[in-house]
């Protein structure tokens, strides 16, 4: 029993050791002091990082990733979450069938929805628009969030719902006090997906975005393909640490939320 329990364990530390090594090996180019990414590094500078931030380019596009992702995290999250609250009653009519058209966004290539975008976005007028690229990314981001919810949602005991009603509480003053404190969690942790979709996202907003909406996921992909700097390690070293603290962020609420319930 022992040697299968020590298995496990070894067996899930290497697969761990084998998602994070390629992380592990990128991470230190980003201090390199010399132009290329190569190991052995000829020395360690900030270099590559004043740049990332110097740069009118490498600035623009993580501003423009801020700003996109966060209109993005806010309107799927509010979408996502009506989807899922509406679809939480398994005998509504065709609910099987609505939850598929869902979260069909995550099974279709991205570049068929990148296609179909911008020939539907050429015409609505808002091709090469902020508001084009919050809606292509909400779009592949609603799903997350529609999972996260409903995942919640499935756990919530409805007699707790059912005891508010007998209190007198209206369906609003129960969706409001009871059931989204209830499923904050799940919430959250689609606003969180929401936005790491939003800022990792590359195909759609090559269709559907212009010059002024390059994404910094964008530019590292122009980077890579004209001239590959090491400012793509630095920016690359900013995402990863980014989505660790975002990750702990998450579980940190999760912990509140949950220690704040009943």
Not at 8 to 14: E, N, S, T, V
Not at 142 to 147: A, N, Q
Not at 176 to 184: F, I, N, S
Not at 198 to 209: G, K, N, P, Q, R
Request: hydrophobic letters at 55%.
């Amino acid at each position: 029993m022992m040697l299968g329990k020590f298995s496990k364990i070894l067996f899930g530390c290497a697969a761990v050791a084998f998602l994070l090594a390629p992380l592990f090996a990128i991470l230190p180019l980003g201090f390199t002091s010399g132009g290329f990414l190569t190991y052995p590094t000829p020395g360690w500078s900030m270099r590559w990082f004043h740049e990332l931030f110097a740069a009118d380019s490498w600035r623009r596009s993580i501003v423009n990733s801020l700003i996109i992702g966060g209109a993005t995290t806010a309107l799927a999250t509010v979408l996502g979450t009506m989807a899922a609250l509406g679809l939480r009653n398994k005998g509504i009519f065709l609910a099987g069938p609505i939850r598929i058209l869902f979260v069909l966004p995550m099974v279709v290539p991205a570049v068929v929805l990148g296609v179909g975008m911008q020939l539907l976005f050429t015409r609505l007028g808002i091709a090469n628009t902020y508001f084009g690229v919050v809606v292509a990314h909400t779009v592949i981001a609603i799903p997350l969030v529609l999972i996260s919810v409903s995942g919640a949602l499935a756990g919530i005991d409805r007699r707790v719902e059912l005891a508010a009603e007998s209190l007198g509480a209206g369906p609003a003053t129960v969706l409001r006090k009871v059931t989204l404190p209830l499923a904050g969690p799940g919430i959250i942790s689609g606003a969180v997906l929401a936005f790491a979709t939003s800022l990792d996202e590359v195909v759609l907003t090559m269709f559907v975005a212009g010059p002024n909406q390059r994404t910094l996921a964008r530019q590292m992909f122009s980077t890579i393909r004209e001239n590959i700097s090491p400012t793509i390690a630095s920016a690359a070293f900013i995402f990863i640490i980014a989505t660790i603290l975002f990750g702990l962020a998450t579980v940190l609420v999760k912990k509140k939320v949950n220690a704040l319930k009943p």
